[in-house]
């Protein structure tokens, strides 16, 4: 009688067909990606048309993308993976700052500006904030030159590529400490949005009793030589939303009080090179 191939079979099969690839790390990470879908399709015994309905979903999150919308990145976000995959890439040591989410809104080429200067287009209606702290490493020195690239949502709750009126570039800017480390950066007060709700991932958080809402932050990716770049937000601690993120990014310690037009926002930077200890 002729055997037949199980399961199991099926699986080492379809891991071989990677063996013969001469990058060792490829193979690893396809092979262990067969292992978790082949679990997940025989645990919930997929039928044919719920097959069928992922395979559209994802032709649709990819139909979504286009030079300013990212869909795939919302969907890796609003399922917490990129908060996973930030979490174990950054592993920050106990004194540095928490990383969160780096998000679809990002713009490479932001303009340098002079320390105090705003990202804050003129005559915006938003309400003045003033974001300072000190970059330091996890030994308590500043850091000089550091470059902390931010940006953040305009008062209407959008970013400038999601908003046709908006000038390019507008809250978006890069700047570099000075030896003492401080910077101190004019913007606006962040205020609580909703992703964009009006593709798949929104028809996903729907169709799944989900919110949309993002609470108030504006983002920092700081980078200095010889240390691990962070990504990371300052949240305002007056957000309602911050216990219900849709991202699932926020970490209590970037929870900073923005009343009164200031808001302090020390960052702290784990070091790259070995044996340093942090």
């Not at 080492?12 to 679990?39: C, G, K, W």
Request: glycine share 8%.
């Amino acid at each position: 009688m002729t055997k037949k191939i199980t399961l199991e079979d099926h699986l080492h099969e379809a891991q071989a067909s990677f063996d013969a690839a001469s990058n060792p790390r490829l193979v690893e990470i396809m092979r262990s990606a067969l292992t978790h879908i082949y679990a997940f399709v025989e645990e919930t015994k997929l039928t044919r048309e719920e097959w069928a309905a992922g395979i559209e979903f994802l032709t649709a999150v990819g139909q979504k993308c286009d030079d300013v919308r990212q869909e795939f990145i919302l969907l890796s976000d609003t399922l917490g993976v990129s908060m996973l995959v930030e979490m174990l890439n950054q592993m920050p040591s106990d004194v540095a700052t928490d990383p969160t989410v780096f998000g679809p809104f990002h713009v490479p080429g932001a303009p340098e500006l002079a320390m105090g200067s705003s990202i804050a287009p003129e005559g915006n209606n938003g309400e003045p904030l003033v974001f300072s702290g000190t970059v330091r490493d996890a030994k308590g020195a500043p850091l000089e030159g550091a470059r902390l690239d931010v940006w953040q949502v305009a008062p209407n709750g959008l970013y400038d590529v999601q908003d046709p009126a908006s000038p390019p570039m507008s809250y978006r800017g890069v700047f570099e400490t000075g030896a003492d480390g401080t910077f101190e950066i004019h913007a606006t007060r962040p205020v609580d949005y909703e992703i964009p709700t009006d593709g798949p991932v929104g028809k996903m958080l729907r169709s799944t009793g989900r919110h949309a809402w993002r609470p108030a932050h504006t983002h920092f990716m700081v980078s200095c030589p010889g240390y691990k770049t962070l990504i990371t937000h300052a949240f305002d601690a007056d957000s309602p939303h911050l216990g219900r993120d849709a991202v699932f990014g926020v970490r209590e310690s970037l929870i900073i009080d923005m009343n009164g037009g200031r808001a302090t926002f020390n960052v702290v930077l784990d070091s790259l090179l070995p044996g340093v200890a942090p």
